[in-house]
């Protein structure tokens, strides 16, 4: 069995294979080595997209399959094995080659990866009778779709592309960290650094269940804004378009403030560097009223070791912000308290850290665009 009763966590690297191995996790083509992270799985567009006039869901019951038969008579279906491009501001659903036969104990949550969100491309993953958005039932048998929505950016995409992973978890929620339990950690392996490597007192930034990044707008360079009319980006080239083609640097603000405008995507960063230990995993709350209206990040997931290493040996790296206002422009400040970011354990240490085994774009970053630019 990859659970026991007792047992409560997110699924590492190791229960990962199991979960495939035992037929939890099954496709026609053999999942690569390179798709399984050490606490989350890389899933794979299939053969077929479909253009549809939104997103949905499926409250009342029903399957994917139903209801794009019903967009058929006015969009349309579309193969992938080559190539296909995906107009920004469409709405498209995916096919993947992932399928699941989940045990009642299970449940899976998924995000986009940190490359899709760079590109200002938002996901959802949706699964039959699904009545939320990127989350997956206890016990669910069956196929799983992808909706892709280009913001910036017009793209091109073909078969076997990873825009999402997908992380396994125990259906109980004793395995989220509480304020008193981050303390605890933050005493014992710090969390937080500043820029020169020194753990950040946990007083400052531990609070409702999370721990909080603010922004940095202290830099030469504090981010970068999208250009509009860009080319198409091939997310099948790695390093194979020019940066300056799609974004403009922002510099220093001399008021040390920023005006975020609804009508472009930001890449900024956290002043903080942020380390997760390889006993837990971590996720970036997207949305937090109290701070903003704005979504603060697209790419959730952040892996046992980013930001530490195997044994501690890095201190922190910088969270990467991907950002979108929502309906009105916004001044933020240098050190404005800008995400929040929950803790939750392992069932086991990964066999396999973030960056350490497995090359990583992201392990050592500082103000990093996705690795589709140069």
């Not at 202290?218 to 974004?247: C, M, Q, V």
Request: with cysteine.
């Amino acid at each position: 069995m990859v659970v026991q009763s007792h047992e409560s966590g997110v699924l590492s690297y190791q229960r990962l294979k199991q979960m495939i191995a035992q037929g939890y996790v099954s496709t026609e083509q053999p999942i690569r080595e390179d798709q399984i992270q050490p606490s989350s799985i890389d899933l794979r567009l299939g053969k077929y997209g479909y253009r549809v006039p939104a997103s949905f869901l499926l409250s009342n019951g029903g399957k994917v399959a139903e209801r794009l038969a019903e967009h058929e008579q006015h969009y349309y279906k579309f193969s992938i094995e080559k190539e296909a491009f995906l107009e920004a501001k469409k709405t498209y659903v995916f096919e993947l080659q992932e399928s699941l036969a989940l045990p009642s104990f299970l449940k899976g949550r998924a995000n986009p990866k940190s490359s899709t969100g760079r590109v200002d491309t938002f996901t959802r993953l949706i699964t039959d009778r699904c009545q939320n958005f990127d989350t997956v039932a206890p016990g669910y048998h069956g196929k799983l779709y992808l909706i892709v929505f280009p913001m910036s950016f017009d793209l091109k995409v073909k078969e076997g592309l990873c825009l999402n992973q997908l992380r396994f978890t125990t259906t109980d929620r004793k395995f989220r960290l509480t304020n008193d339990e981050l303390h605890d950690l933050h005493r014992q392996t710090p969390l937080l650094f500043d820029y020169q490597g020194n753990p950040l007192s946990s007083s400052s930034f531990i609070f409702e269940d999370g721990i909080f990044l603010s922004l940095d707008l202290s830099g030469e360079t504090i981010g970068f804004r999208s250009k509009k009319n860009a080319k198409p980006i091939d997310l099948t080239k790695i390093a194979g378009h020019p940066a300056d083609e799609y974004w403009e640097p922002i510099k220093k603000p001399t008021s040390g403030k920023l005006i975020l405008d609804p009508d472009f995507f930001y890449i900024l960063r956290s002043k903080e560097r942020v380390a997760i230990p390889t006993a837990f995993a971590c996720e970036m709350v997207d949305f937090h009223s109290g701070i903003g209206e704005f979504r603060s990040h697209y790419a959730g997931f952040f892996d046992p070791g980013f930001g530490f290493g195997k044994k501690g040996e890095i201190k922190g790296t910088p969270a990467v912000l991907e950002v979108r206002m929502r309906d009105m422009p916004m001044e933020v400040e240098d050190g404005q308290l800008f995400v929040k970011m929950v803790f939750e354990r392992m069932l086991e240490i990964p066999e396999i850290a973030y960056g350490v085994e497995k090359p990583s774009h992201y392990q050592s970053q500082g103000l990093k665009l996705a690795k589709y630019f140069v």
